[in-house]
Each structure stands twice: as C-alpha cells, then as structure tokens.
C-alpha cells in the first residue's frame, strides 16, 4: 500500500490515491497503529470531498468509524457509521459481501456492549446529517490529540536541526518511498533501528505518519 501511494501521487492519480489511503488506514487501525491510521484516513477523506466522490467518502466515513471502534469510542463509531449509510441511501448504494462482513466485525460487539437503544439512537443520528456536515464530523473524528510534539510544527525553521544527522538520513528516504526493510539495507542496521528513528522523528516533528515525514524531507531539500 505505501509503494501505491508513492507511485499514485507520482502520477497525480487523485481518484485510486484516496482508495490507496483508505486501504492503508484500514491497515494501520488492524496492527493497532492510531496515528497513522488517522493521517492517511483524514488525506482520503479530504480528496474525496474535493472529487466529489460520495461513495468514497461512505467508505472513508465506515473506515474512520472502526478506527473511533478501535480507539474505545463506541458512540462516536456508531454515528460515523450512520452518516456512512446515510450517504449510501442517497446515492443508492449497498455494502458488497465483504464490506458488510468487515463493517460487523466491530459493529456487532458494539451493539452488544451498548444496547440496541443508544446503538439505534446513535446510528439514527448520524443517518440524518447532510453529507457536508459529515465529511466535517469524519475530519473532526481524526484530529490528533494535542501533544508537546504537534504544539512545535508551528516552528518549522527549527525542525531540520531538530534531528540527527542519522535521523536527517532516514527522512530522506523516506521521501524516496522506502520501506523499513530497505532503509535497513540502505544503511547497514537492522529494521528495528529504522523503527526506532521513524518513531523519533515522528514524535520531535509532530507528525503521524512517515508519508508526512516524506513530504517534509522533500520541502526542505534534504534530498539533495
């Protein structure tokens, strides 16, 4: 999935980027990845609005609800979940097989520890939000909590010396779409060392996800 998105956005292939993102989110809430999951869901979101892409954005919506299931926000999933099917009512959409499969397999126990009175309230309330007001409240679901580390990207002259030279290295290539395992190669140390920096850099930087670090790396020239 990363090396799609690194070849989509080489492409400017807006349209199946946002499938790649979602997908990847998907990916990153399964191994338990919170803040990754939000940043790459909260791009796909964004992109499907601007496309105009309701089903995408029904997609995103039931995507960014299992992230709030996983993150022990079961009200908040549910009513993402209702503006997901809100949408698809109106656009006359249903849920394949597979997706109605993955969709239960949060939604089911959530019913259960709720009761079927908040889990119908909650649902019901997310069904009747016009699609605007939904595309805001799935953006507001994947807001970063507030940390020491995001209060310092408001200074992004000081971020560069920030890092260490090593950690200057590996952000670089990862503005070049390396995995971990190649970063690894590139630099003669084990995988769990790049994960170790990956981890550092995204906490002094403030980010959440090693496609923001990418970005980063590349405005700021440390390709060259």
């Not at 979602?22 to 909260?42: F, K, M, Q, S």
């Not at 971020?159 to 970063?183: D, M, Y």
């Amino acid at each position: 999935m990363e090396e799609s998105l690194v070849l989509r956005r080489h492409i400017r292939e807006r349209f199946e980027l946002a499938y790649s993102l979602d997908a990847l989110g998907l990916v990153a809430t399964a191994e338990g990845h919170h803040a990754e999951a939000r940043a790459a869901l909260r791009e796909g979101l964004c992109l499907r609005q601007e496309l105009g892409d309701r089903w995408g954005i029904a997609q995103s919506l039931e995507s960014i609800a299992a992230l709030a299931a996983a993150g022990t926000q079961p009200q908040r999933a549910l009513e993402l979940a209702g503006l997901a099917a809100g949408i698809r009512e109106n656009i006359g959409g249903q849920l394949t097989p597979m997706e109605r499969a993955m969709l239960d397999h949060w939604l089911v126990p959530l019913r259960r520890v709720l009761g079927e009175d908040a889990t119908t309230l909650a649902w019901e309330a997310g069904r009747a939000t016009p699609v605007g007001q939904a595309v805001e409240r799935g953006l507001a679901a994947t807001e970063a909590p507030p940390t020491r580390a995001n209060r310092r990207r408001s200074h992004p002259q000081e971020q560069v010396t920030v890092l260490s030279p090593r950690e200057q290295e590996v952000a670089a290539l990862l503005a070049h779409g390396l995995s971990n395992r190649q970063i690894a190669e590139r630099l003669v140390v084990t995988e769990r060392t790049v994960a170790t920096h990956i981890e550092h850099i995204l906490d002094k930087l403030g980010f959440a996800s090693r496609h923001q670090v990418g970005a980063w790396a590349a405005e700021r020239g440390l390709l060259a």
